[in-house]
């Protein structure tokens, strides 16, 4: 392990489930706390890509993003949207650092800000620049609560007000959307485009309009989540077991994603995210 890297470091790691009326549209509530010595480095987190779409909520010190493929390092700004990841970015924050990440249901975040997605493919937005002056009194009120709770709730009572305001509703692509975001392996784009009610060529537009990316992209991402979740929560597995139990041919297929998503083979992005915050929160439990 490099020299100075913050193995004691304070670390507070939750997810919670939205409240009942939140759960159509919002996923999961994730909070994340890191303190780390004077002179301590927290680890980078590897994140490999992924559908998730997020409002993210940097209540304290800032996120580096390093594009592990070009090279080019960006500065978040302190909340942001961000729409479907199809490469690997490694992740570093300052070492006094907070953040809390709406993350919304598939589909769901193109109705909540009403633009179109393509641009947010591979990228942290301000939101700011989208949500306007809204947010910035969010980000206020959030930086202002004196507890967990207090925190959740403002947060849950801002993302309810704008549902309501923009009356989001449901459509049969939405229901295929999260059938293939569920069993990515398991649809034709006949069969996803028949459950949607659309054409092929229709499905695949709304596909990038609303998810940043087209159909077969959006499957693959998905299934090689799984097969990486898979591992993650089943250590005892062996490769060939989770690349078959998550619909790949052989091992051969899954080690081919990993290095188009990840930038890495499945062992070797597994060691780069061991020491990531959030993952040694998960261990010390």
Not at 80 to 105: E, H, I, K, P, W
Not at 199 to 225: D, H, M, N, T, W
């Amino acid at each position: 392990m490099p020299a100075g890297l913050a193995v004691d470091m304070d670390i507070y790691y939750h997810t919670w489930p939205p409240s009942a009326h939140l759960q159509p549209f919002i996923r999961e509530l994730l909070l994340l706390d890191v303190t780390a010595a004077p002179g301590e480095v927290v680890p980078a987190k590897a994140m490999a890509a992924n559908t998730e779409q997020c409002l993210v909520f940097y209540l304290h010190g800032q996120v580096t993003a390093l594009h592990s493929e070009s090279g080019t390092t960006t500065v978040y700004a302190p909340t942001v949207l961000n729409g479907t990841q199809s490469a690997r970015f490694d992740f570093y924050s300052s070492s006094r650092f907070r953040m809390l990440s709406v993350q919304f249901q598939p589909g769901v975040l193109t109705k909540f800000v009403r633009v179109p997605l393509p641009e947010f493919t591979n990228a942290r937005i301000d939101a700011e620049a989208v949500l306007a002056a809204d947010i910035r009194r969010v980000q206020e009120q959030l930086l202002e609560a004196p507890t967990d709770t207090i925190l959740l709730e403002r947060v849950e009572a801002y993302l309810w007000q704008r549902i309501q305001h923009l009356r989001i509703s449901f459509e049969p692509f939405d229901r295929a959307l999260l059938a293939l975001a569920t069993h990515p392996q398991g649809y034709s784009l006949d069969q996803l485009a028949h459950e949607a009610c659309l054409s092929v060529s229709q499905l695949e537009r709304r596909f990038v309009q609303q998810l940043g990316v087209g159909p077969k992209l959006y499957a693959r991402i998905s299934r090689f989540s799984q097969a990486h979740a898979l591992k993650q929560a089943r250590p005892e597995l062996d490769w060939l077991h989770v690349a078959l139990a998550c619909g790949y041919y052989d091992y051969q297929h899954l080690v081919k994603d990993f290095r188009q998503f990840a930038h890495a083979t499945p062992p070797a992005l597994l060691l780069a995210q061991a020491q990531a915050p959030d993952r040694l929160a998960r261990n010390r439990r």
